[in-house]
């Protein structure tokens, strides 16, 4: 019984150490590194999880100012993106034990590492971590600190009491307090994320020829650029074949790459170097984030240390991309959604520019809409990007291309193909396949989702575009009567006109009669006949009557045509259905796929097998295969052909609605050229009026001149302006009583 007690105490005190203030589990190991272990622990005052750090025998008793020296540099730190560190201990067995903030989460190698996010963190993820380490640099940089063993090891995620992500730095081992510019000569570093001439130094034991062995600050540079990298593609950017067994190979990538290279990989033994200035296909971000991040990823990673960007022009950047408003556009040719980016002070002219860089359409052919409004109509162009409604900023545009859609340009996902397992039962490979085959299984359940949102953009696309054309008709429709009217008032206006001036022209013949010999009569009456035998008016008003009748009937067989295009798409549905649960499917079987990868890596770690444990592995081992032949049948043999068939349906709709859009602005232009006509015509007949006035006036005077010497007799008595008539022969009572009774209705009927 004793002796039961004493073997458990034994095993006990085995797996649990401590110290003054921790208590932890050595088999709880959160992480390893050359000079400690980190292990979960718990604070004796207060209860509370942390970690520790546990410095090696040898680092503690040989090497004790380096857990000294980390603990002088961090404790002098308060940042939320620093690793907090609470004090140093010493254990029973006389080793250092550095207490610190507990990241549940783990680091960000450790994120990378999930098949999730094997080909790099999700958009707003990668956001985060930019920010979060941008600032954390940009807070050792102004303490005079440098780290020195950047990497995604060394960046622990922490999760916030909201389920927010923060991001820290961690590990200070080999930082050290230097300005910028200070030069030093000590070599710390991983050797994947090492400077070129640091890495020359450090692993393949060169000496520098041109400034001797010291460096600055800018070796955080570089491996920032690594780092960032890595996390936005999953895989690190510079790999020779054989990995860092290939170091010469692995230097010659890094110190002979050109300006603007942020990539290079050597796939077989001393095969060609593959370089590349833009991120792989497979990265998640979106178009629009990967031109912004290349020149900053470029910049951090060139090998020419005057070229090499500075902390200054690295923060500058990352916080004009970081204070970017991002709009989620749908692209009608490629049937991709995008993301744009536009700085928060452009107004609508620059984001046009920008849409036009991203989707090779115009901004003269652009037409961006918001549910079924033109977002020009619904913003004020000078208006900056930040103060539009927040509706827009956060909800979803659509952009068509006015003049044409190309129907050649969709935009699907390239997904790599899975690796062939082998036959035989390796243990340490299979781990490493199935890991390859859950990461490309997960992007391809990405994929899926993304697919079925692509194919309800399209339609929403189609609608949307639909409903606007159908408000355009329906105000032509409404101001077709409005105008129809207002050309009857111009006919009645015109009939009344020359119906009225008709009798001047009498009046003038009856004074012709009984004086011939005036000039100014003369003159009257012909500029009379040249306003009332001119037909113009006449033809003016015709043409915009004929117009007006046109556009009805052009509008009532647009409105018939848009009908049956409606009906005919309600009849063309294409797409992945709520029934066919594919986003589901493809969730169960990458679930499968990863439980399996979890029991290969068991496996991997136990290094030998059961018979049953064998026979486990090996029927998982097919199961696996059936399961991504599945995930990859239900992308392929389901969701591409339907998205690619409701990408047809709805680009040709698209592509009518297009043209009735133009028959719409076709119909607008007829209704501006009667609008026009109106007004030409209203000009016309009101300068008409005022010489047919002025042309009445003078018979009117002369008519009160003839009456006058009708009464008088034979003598005349001349009225000016008038010259004095060679005779005065008066006019007949007839005469007289008709030139009364035209001048009356004249003056009477006078517009």
Not at 151 to 164: L, V
Request: glycine share 4%; net charge neutral.
């Amino acid at each position: 019984m004793s002796m039961s007690y004493a073997s458990k105490n034994d095993r006990v005190s085995s797996i649990w150490k401590s110290s003054e203030h921790y208590l932890w589990n050595v088999e709880d190991i959160l992480g390893r590194g050359a000079t400690a272990v980190v292990h979960k622990a718990v604070r004796k005052d207060n209860g509370e999880g942390c970690a520790v750090k546990v410095f090696h025998d040898r680092v503690s008793f040989h090497h004790s100012s380096v857990p000294r020296r980390e603990l002088d540099i961090v404790t002098s730190l308060n940042h939320k993106n620093v690793i907090r560190i609470f004090g140093i201990d010493v254990d029973s067995a006389g080793n250092h034990v550095l207490g610190m903030e507990y990241c549940r989460a783990g680091s960000v190698y450790t994120q990378l590492d999930k098949p999730e996010n094997a080909f790099g963190f999700p958009e707003e993820e990668f956001q985060r971590v930019l920010h979060d380490i941008a600032h954390g640099m940009h807070y050792l940089k102004r303490n005079g600190i440098i780290h020195r063993d950047i990497k995604p090891g060394n960046i622990m995620k922490f999760i916030d009491e909201d389920g927010s992500s923060i991001y820290k730095l961690t590990d200070f081992g080999a930082a050290k307090k230097v300005d910028e510019e200070e030069e030093f000569t000590s070599i710390y570093g991983t050797e994947e994320y090492l400077d070129p001439d640091m890495y020359n130094q450090a692993v393949l034991r060169r000496q520098f020829k041109d400034h001797g062995q010291t460096f600055t600050g800018n070796v955080d540079i570089w491996s920032l650029g690594v780092t960032l990298y890595h996390v936005a593609t999953g895989r690190l950017p510079f790999m020779p074949h054989g990995g860092r067994s290939n170091s010469h190979t692995m230097h010659r990538i890094t110190k002979e790459k050109e300006q603007g290279v942020i990539s290079g990989i050597q796939r077989t033994a001393d095969g060609p170097i593959e370089y590349s200035r833009q991120l792989p296909k497979t990265c998640v971000l979106s178009p629009c984030l990967k031109n912004l991040i290349v020149p900053v990823l470029a910049g951090l990673m060139e090998s020419t240390l005057s070229v090499r960007w500075s902390f200054d022009r690295f923060f500058d950047a990352v916080n004009n991309i970081l204070n970017m408003k991002v709009i989620k556009m749908f692209e009608c040719n490629s049937g991709c959604n995008l993301r744009i980016y536009v700085g928060k002070s452009d107004r609508y002219a620059s984001f046009q520019e920008v849409l036009a860089r991203e989707t090779d359409i115009p901004a003269v052919e652009q037409l961006i809409l918001y549910d079924n409004r033109e977002l020009s109509e619904i913003v004020v162009q000078t208006m900056e990007i930040q103060e539009y409604p927040k509706r827009i900023l956060t909800g979803q545009l659509f952009l068509y291309s006015r003049e044409r859609v190309d129907r050649q340009k969709l935009a699907l996902p390239e997904i790599p193909s899975f690796p062939t397992m082998p036959e035989h039962m390796a243990i340490d490979k299979d781990s490493h396949y199935l890991h390859k085959i859950c990461a490309i299984a997960c992007l391809i359940s990405k994929s899926i989702s993304n697919i079925i949102q692509q194919q309800e953009l399209m339609e929403q696309a189609e609608t949307h575009l639909r409903d606007f054309i159908f408000q355009i008709i329906k105000r032509i429709n409404s101001c077709v009567p409005d105008m129809s009217e207002h050309l009857m008032e111009n006919d009645m206006h015109q009939k009344t006109f020359f119906a009225s001036y008709s009798c001047l022209n009498e009046l003038v013949q009856v004074i012709e009669q009984n004086h011939s010999q005036g000039t100014t009569l003369k003159r009257a009456k012909v500029k009379l006949r040249q306003i009332l035998n001119d037909e113009s008016p006449k033809e003016v008003l015709q043409k915009a009557m004929n117009r007006c009748n046109e556009v009805k009937v052009y509008m009532e067989v647009l409105v018939e045509k848009m009908n049956e295009h409606e009906r005919d798409a309600m009849f063309s549905y294409a797409r992945c259905s709520e029934d066919d649960h594919c986003v589901q499917k493809s969730s169960y079987l990458v679930t499968l796929l990863t439980e399996i990868w979890t029991m290969f890596t068991k496996h991997r770690k136990q290094r030998t097998l059961l018979t049953e444990e064998e026979f486990i592995h090996n029927t998982q081992k097919l199961k696996s295969q059936e399961y991504s032949a599945r995930l990859l049948s239900i992308l392929e043999g389901h969701c591409r052909i339907n998205v690619i068939q409701t990408y047809d349906v709805t680009t040709k709709q698209i592509s009518l609605l297009l043209k009735n859009l133009q028959r719409t602005k076709k119909v607008d232009q007829n209704i501006r050229s009667v609008k026009d006509c109106r007004v030409k015509l209203s000009e016309r007949i009101g300068k008409m009026e005022i010489e047919c006035k002025k042309i009445a006036d003078e018979a009117i005077e002369m008519t009160q001149w003839c009456l006058r010497t009708t009464a008088q007799g034979a003598t005349a008595m001349p009225l000016l302006p008038y010259e004095t008539l060679s005779t005065a022969t008066p006019f007949s009572s007839f005469s007289m009583e008709r030139v009364s009774l035209r001048m009356c209705y004249l003056h009477g009927t006078r517009m």
